[in-house]
């Protein structure tokens, strides 16, 4: 409980990046799939987006290749939460030619 302890204490500390990294080591230790993700049939193409939205993980990803900060999507998709950037990074790490592929197709659309 002692390292539990010293992780309370510092999280008042640790910017809202610093947060979201040490939650995405936290839920790729507890689980390698990608909580949040979903492909649905008849929803935004297919495409993988974050759950409880229509948001495509493309959409974030080129946001994000553009200099949008965290803290401006948070702010611009009032819906997301930062654990689902999380997911999405970690997706989109994994996934990169299907992310490179998406954002190709719809900006040529």
């Not at 974050?50 to 948070?74: H, K, M, S, Y």
């Not at 689902?84 to 040529?108: G, K, M, P």
Request: aromatic letters at 4%; one cysteine or more; hydrophobic letters at 40%.
């Amino acid at each position: 409980m002692d390292a539990l302890r010293q992780v309370e204490e510092l999280l008042p500390v640790l910017t809202r990046a610093e947060k979201a990294q040490l939650l995405r080591m936290m839920i790729l230790d507890l689980d390698p799939s990608f909580p949040g993700i979903e492909s649905t049939p008849g929803v935004c193409g297919g495409e993988p987006c974050i759950v409880r939205t229509r948001i495509p993980l493309w959409v974030l990803e080129q946001a994000r290749r553009l200099g949008t900060t965290e803290e401006q999507l948070l702010h611009s998709y009032p819906t997301l939460r930062a654990e689902d950037l999380v997911n999405a990074w970690s997706y989109a790490r994994s996934h990169s030619a299907e992310i490179d592929q998406q954002i190709l197709e719809n900006e040529t659309a």
